[in-house]
């Protein structure tokens, strides 16, 4: 029997773990706004993909 990968992830959390762990980098956008969380929540997700490899995720 081939079982399917499912992966839950907890978005919230990803969020504050990349905000504060980037939290002094100087990753900001154009008008100074800063973009550490989306980087690193896009990071880790983007890792957890294809590290992973699962059929479904939520």
């Not at 504060?20 to 706004?33: T, V």
């Amino acid at each position: 029997m081939n079982m399917k990968k499912f992966i839950l992830i907890d978005g919230m959390s990803l969020v504050f773990r990349s905000y504060y762990a980037l939290f002094n980098s100087n990753l900001k956008s154009p008008s100074g706004e800063q973009t550490a969380a989306v980087f690193g929540f896009a990071n880790a997700l983007t890792s957890i993909l294809e590290r992973d490899k699962p059929d479904y995720i939520s």
